[in-house]
């Protein structure tokens, strides 16, 4: 058998341990002192294999956790960047109705799959090519962030400052479905709120002195906003929210909707904000503001992105395993670092099923093959 396969397979017990330990640091993107804890509970744990940190990210949010590992082999050039993130969507309180349990080949807990597993994993496999002495070309950092399910925005500024320098980034976010695919391409995100302003006036009385900002804004959803959206091309445009009015007699004076848009290409993003920005009033007695735009550049499949996924593809055949590739309309870190022209590849952490939701686990099948993977990838990248 593969040595990091055997290896992985030895020290399963305790990575399972560890992923226990980690799902049991509760850690909701809003309580920091939590998030906080749980960054100092990884600097802890990886105290003997890694030189890390934990540092102040920013008001409201935990504290980042970075390190370097300490690898076999001499000649160190380049970087890889491996990439987390320790919050979760869950409240604290929640262990108490989602214990972490292992049953029916899974591991289920708040948290487990997105990403605590996947944190786990990566420090295993660092400790797996250290006990081995398979020697390494490049450092090895890992950088886990607070604020990942919340948008990254106090984390963003250093992730793209480290990741930067690097020659590949490794997302540790859960692989696609149960068999775990590997995203090679994920959609850029965005966000606009257009907020009309109309005239109010009585209903009964004074009905032709307003401008309804209700129908208004309802006219534009339903003519401008919402044809925005173009399937073929992957391109959607969602006005989720919509809120105005005060009451039924009277003629609303404002209204909004708040819109997500998820777009494939970096220049979809430049095509929509021209659309946004163009949109008129009908009613020429109501105005229309419009503010927002990408939050997260689209990941998309260049050619390093491709190349790092075949190297990985390549890799996992030797271990037995077959690793496929598959696209997302959801974000993750892996997008800032993709747009920065950083070879990425993300969905490598765990493989499972229900992230952010009540059946949310992990298969313990996969776990020896994704440390062994994790492993042979950053020793095998070039
Ligand atoms: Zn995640």
Redesign the pocket.
Known sequence: MDPLLSWARKNQHALIRFIRELVECESPTDSPDAVSRCAELLADSLSGVADGRTLATGPGVGRTYVCEFSLPGHRKSGTILALG?SDTVWPLGTLRSMKFRRRDGRLWGPGVL??KAGLALFAFAMRALRDLEIPVSHKVKLLVNPD??TGSNASRATTERLAKKCRAVLVL?PGTGLEGKAKTARKGIGSYRVTVRGVAAHSGVDFEKGASAVVELSRQISERIAGFTDLGHGITVNPGVISGGTRSNVIAAEAETVVDIRVPRARDAVALEKKFRALRPFDKRCSLEVTGGLNRPPMERSKGVADLFQLARGFAAELGVTLEESSTGGG?DGNFTAALGVPTLDGIGAVGEG?HAAHESVLVDCLADRVALLARLVAGIG
């Open positions: 993130h997105d990403m990942e399910e976010e993750s992230a």
